[in-house]
C-alpha cells in the first residue's frame, strides 16, 4: 500500500512559478507509473501530467503544454510538478497519483493510490 503526500502548493501572482512534490511511502514508487491531477470548484478532477517508472516518457494536458514539467527522482521516492507561467485557471487542488504499470495513464479511474491533495491559487 503506497502513501503519497503533496507539498508545495500555496498562493501566487499570475505569471509566477511553484513547485509541487509528491513523497512516497516506500520504494514500490519506483516501478509505478506516477501523475498529477487537479480539480478546481465545482469542476470534475481532470488530468495533468503523467510520467512512467523509469521517468523516459511523460504526457502533459493540453492546458498545461510548455509551461509544467512532471519529473521524477526514483532514489527519494519524490515525484515533481514544476509550474511555470501561473495562470488564474491554474487554480485547484491538485492530486498526485500512482498506479503499478509501466505506461503513461493519463484515466484518473486507473490509478489505485491518491494524496490527499495541496491547494494552488492563483490570483493577484
Known amino acids: 500500500q503506497v502513501q503519497l503526500v503533496e507539498s508545495g502548493g500555496g498562493l501566487v501572482q499570475p505569471g509566477g512559478s511553484l513547485r509541487l512534490s509528491c513523497a512516497a511511502s516506500?520504494?514500490?514508487?519506483?516501478?509505478?507509473?506516477t501523475g498529477w491531477f487537479r480539480q478546481a470548484p465545482g469542476k470534475e478532477r481532470e488530468f495533468v501530467a503523467t510520467i512512467t517508472p523509469s521517468g523516459e516518457e511523460t504526457k502533459y494536458a493540453d492546458s498545461v503544454k510548455g509551461r509544467f514539467t512532471i519529473s521524477r527522482d526514483n532514489a527519494a521516492n519524490t515525484l515533481f510538478l514544476q509550474m511555470n507561467d501561473l495562470k488564474p485557471e491554474d487554480t485547484a487542488v491538485y492530486y498526485c497519483?500512482?498506479?503499478?504499470?509501466?505506461?503513461?495513464?493519463?484515466?484518473?479511474?486507473?490509478?489505485?493510490?491518491w494524496g490527499q491533495g495541496t491547494q494552488v491559487t492563483v490570483s493577484s
Open positions: 497519483a500512482a498506479a503499478p504499470h509501466t505506461i503513461l495513464i493519463y484515466v484518473a479511474s486507473l490509478y489505485g493510490f
Open positions: 516506500d520504494s514500490t514508487f519506483s516501478f509505478f507509473t
